[in-house]
């Protein structure tokens, strides 16, 4: 017997807002199964995973300051995503970006000069931007496949990162660490407290997360771009340029992911190395969907992925566990949140017989 696929005419919205939470709620249950399949007390190893490493002011300092590059790199995503440009390559923009505001840190004239983080600033900014100005020229005038152009520039980025600090850009004393030197203090966010990490690039990301509200809930370019991606045809009639949509839309992830690059320069890491980020373009893009491509929810989206992070690593030093079961719950989660929106838009049916 075979079930129908069938879409339904009328989508709800109440379940479009529950989803992620119905989502997350059974990843919960799946680490739970995954947790006591590999030998190990659920509840115990869950609260080690989700609760312990937010219960103190360091924890929740580190929780904030993941949460930032994400909820940064997601907003500008979910400006092309909404537009149905999807740009995987975040991490790529990451890179290049974080390798010109380190550039502009390390070599610039007078490493003194208060200009340094705003130069290192529009640095980051403007890497992301060319590099994602690639797939959307290619996109734009040659109908090239976006995703795939991105996803490929990331790794072209990840060399290009790796020869720098193996080569040219490697710290001379640094006991041959493949890593460049370390900024100078005025190229360096300053932390609200020295006991901590935590620093003013969070303010960054909560003025992108305004403009992103603004940009795509206020603005008539961002209703284009809403348009452009939930009705193509109409937009073209209404005289919508496609290739408008995929230059902001590129444009926009570029920038965020290239600042967050910058951020993380300037802010925790203080200099360059292959380790630059432990995957922030990729999971931004499963925060974008959690958030529904809306800034408060990515927010929330944001904290969550956050937490996974940082719960890989607490489990990983105290229980043993892989770091790579931070990837397997992203997984989970994108998994469940696509199952939830699958059973959105569409209903199964048994095959009726006469």
């Known amino acids: 017997m075979r079930l129908r696929i069938e879409q339904r005419q009328e989508p709800s919205a109440q379940m479009r807002i529950a989803a992620p939470v119905i989502a997350t709620a059974l990843t919960f ?6 947790f006591a399949a590999l030998g190990y007390d659920p509840l115990a190893t869950l609260h080690a995973f989700f609760v312990a490493p937010i219960n103190s002011i360091n924890g929740l300092s580190e929780w904030l300051l993941k949460a930032s590059p994400l ?4 907003c500008g995503l979910a400006v092309g995503f909404r537009a149905n440009i999807w740009n995987i390559g975040a991490e790529g923009q990451l890179i290049i970006g974080a390798i010109a505001a380190c550039g502009v840190g390390l070599f610039y004239p007078n490493p003194e000069s208060p200009l340094l983080i705003p130069l290192m600033f529009l640095a980051g900014a403007g890497a992301g931007m060319a590099w994602a100005a690639i797939p959307a020229f290619l996109r734009a005038r040659m109908n090239t496949n976006e995703i795939l152009v991105t996803l490929m520039l990331t790794y072209i980025a990840t060399l290009l990162l790796s020869f720098l ?42 003025v992108a997360v305004v403009i992103m509200w603004l940009f795509t809930d206020r603005s008539f370019l961002g209703y284009k771009m809403s348009v452009s991606g939930a009705a193509p045809l109409a937009a073209r009639y209404a005289g919508f ?47 974008a969907f959690i958030g529904r491509l809306n800034a408060f929810g990515i927010v929330l989206g944001g904290l969550l992925m956050s937490l996974l992070f940082l719960g890989g690593e607490t489990v990983q030093m105290t229980l043993g566990l892989p770091a790579a079961l931070t990837r397997i719950f992203q997984g989970i989660l994108l998994f469940f949140l696509l199952a939830a929106d699958f059973f959105i838009y569409y209903r199964l049916r048994l095959p009726e017989h006469a």
């Open 29 to 34: 249950l799946a680490g739970s199964v995954l």
């Open 71 to 74: 909820i940064l790199i997601a």
């Open 165 to 206: 600090v193996h080569g040219p850009w490697r710290d001379p004393a640094g006991f041959n660490y493949p890593q460049t030197a370390l900024l100078p203090a005025a190229a360096m966010f300053e932390p609200f407290d020295y006991s901590y990490r935590l620093n003013p690039s969070i303010f960054i990301t909560a």
């Open 241 to 287: 340029r496609e290739s408008s949509a995929v230059w902001t839309g590129l444009l926009a992830g570029g920038a965020a992911a290239g600042i967050a690059g910058m951020a993380e320069v300037a802010g925790p890491l203080g200099q360059l190395s292959p380790q630059i980020s432990p995957g922030y373009g990729f999971a931004a893009i499963i925060v």
